[in-house]
């Protein structure tokens, strides 16, 4: 059964960073093309950034393009999200994504191109 697991979510003051991990069972990480979405609260889910199968293709949401930098490491099989610069928008639930189909030209953005789930870590950003 596949299972995504995320970590690393906190407190932080507006300002600082934090770097979530999302380790997956039942498949390689590099496999399918990977996401990270958030949600705040009253907020629908929107994804903030995605890479592509192997060496792919990485997107973020425009807002945070020059904050967040989305990664692998296929020793330890995990995706992590590094946010820095964080300001209370940001704050919300991160949830860990995969497709079910691999690409390295395309990843998703967009929750119904996701098809496993993690349960999500609780980032808050405030002073």
């Known amino acids: 059964q596949v299972q995504l697991v995320e970590s690393g979510g906190g407190l932080v003051a507006p300002g600082g960073s934090l770097r979530l991990s999302c380790t997956a069972s039942?498949?390689?990480?590099?496999?399918?093309?990977m996401g990270w979405f958030r949600q705040a609260p009253g907020k629908e889910r929107e994804g903030v950034a995605c890479i592509g199968s192997g060496d792919g293709v990485a997107l973020y949401l425009y807002s945070v393009k020059d904050r967040f930098t989305i990664s692998r490491d296929t020793a330890k099989n995990t995706v992590f999200l590094e946010l820095n610069n964080l300001t209370p928008e940001d704050t919300g639930i991160y949830y860990c994504?995969?497709?079910?189909?691999?690409?390295?030209?395309?990843?998703?953005?967009?929750?119904?191109?996701?098809?496993?789930w993690g349960l999500g870590t609780q980032v808050t950003v405030s002073s």
């Open positions: 039942e498949f390689a990480t590099d496999y399918y093309p």
């Open positions: 994504a995969a497709a079910g189909v691999e690409s390295s030209h395309w990843c998703p953005l967009s929750s119904g191109e996701a098809k496993w």
